[in-house]
């Protein structure tokens, strides 16, 4: 059996260059392949340049698809319509798979490839029935080359995982979790196991020039991070309205709920003899309100658009951990299907304004109160080193307790 045809998606990134090195240096048959997305920038130009270059360097094909129309509607348009109604959203949760494990994983495959590997810090394969260790997709494929299909498949578990990658640091399990079965199936990560330390110091020693190629920080699609500037460009609402505290007194005026983030301090534009903090915006009344820092905890959310990888869907309360924003604070947590109680089976509305049934939701309860759990966000839900799943936030319980 010839070796597998891999494609990796390539950002002009050392992440992305060594990944594609790491598979051709494994004997796959790797292409480089680069997404176009609406951004008009020098940068991004630059991007695609030096992922052409790598792949030149290396000796592999290079495709430029453009995936332009696809972004804007799958990543930007919901972008925009969640912070017109008062929600901040995680634009890469949404990208990975809708667009990098969507359209471009069809792509790659309409080209030729059994697989898409990125230069996520994680890992997805399979788990081996007998050590119950997890062995990666990139191992797979090479077992299936080398021994039956037929006694590969029956030594490991019939569903792929998703675990987080060594690298604790730079962890990116948390912004996968959105991807289903047939995704992971056909996701490589080659750098689950490296740091990023190594990572660089291996580019380096085979002489790619993006080795020391200072990270982006910033959302691809918004340049210099200015996010007011590109929600005005996209003609989003800032009608002024009021700020109140938690007791519904007025204390001055908001520039637009737009500007306004939960947890946010600075820029407020009020006075008051304690620190206040954005504890929750009201879309539908145009409100912003303010309280103190205690007052911003959460002993509990809700969360909607449900993915599980570990199970189909549970049934019954769920103990580990979670993550409620990208690189955060993970605490004890029990996740709750609905219904939680025979007398929560019916629809709820959320802070959202989104009316959910039974089978949309979920509830988690926290080991400890968290600030800022912010509606638009994803929590994820761990077990161990592997992702359970997780779902968007759409409401909090503000408080330390909570009965179930």
Known sequence: MSNPVVAVAMSGGVDSSLA????????????????????????????????????DRLGVPHYLVDLTCEFEKDVVSPFVEAYSRGITPNPCVICNPRIKFGHLLERSLGLGAEYLATGHYARAGRVDLKTQELVENHVVAGLCKDHSTDDVERSLSPRTYLARGKDKGRDQSYVLYGLDQNMLRHA????????????????????????????????????????????????????PGLIVDTSGRVLGRHNGIVNYTVGQRKGLGIESTCPL????????????????????????????????????????????????????????????????????????????????????????????????????????????????????????????????
């Open 277 to 404: 903090y954005v504890i929750h915006i009201d879309a539908k009344e145009n409100k912003i309100v303010v309280g103190r820092r205690e007052e911003a905890y959460a002993s509990a959310c809700y969360i909607g658009s449900l993915n599980f990888i570990t199970v189909d869907e549970p049934d019954s309360p769920v103990h580990g951990t979670c993550m409620v924003r990208y690189r955060g604070q993970e605490v004890e947590a029990t996740l709750y299907p609905r219904p939680f109680s025979p007398q929560e089976s019916d629809p709820i509305e959320t802070e959202c304004g989104v009316v959910l049934s039974e089978s949309d939701v979920a509830r988690v309860e926290f080991s400890i109160p968290l600030f800022a759990v912010t509606p638009g966000q994803s929590l994820v839900f761990y077990q161990g080193s592997y992702v359970y799943g997780g779902g968007t936030i759409l409401e909090t319980v503000h408080g330390t307790s909570l009965d179930i």
């Open 188 to 239: 490589m990560f080659p750098l689950g196991n490296l740091t990023k330390s190594t990572v660089r110091e291996m580019a380096k020693d085979i002489g790619l020039d993006v080795a020391e190629k200072p990270e982006s920080q910033e959302i691809c699609f918004i340049a210099q991070k200015n996010y007011k500037e590109f929600l005005r460009h996209k003609r989003v609402s800032e009608t």
């Open 20 to 55: 594609c090195a790491l598979l051709l240096e494994k004997g796959f048959r790797v292409f480089g392949i680069t997404m176009r997305i609406p951004v008009e920038s020098k940068k991004a130009e630059d991007a695609a340049e030096d992922a052409k270059k790598v792949c």
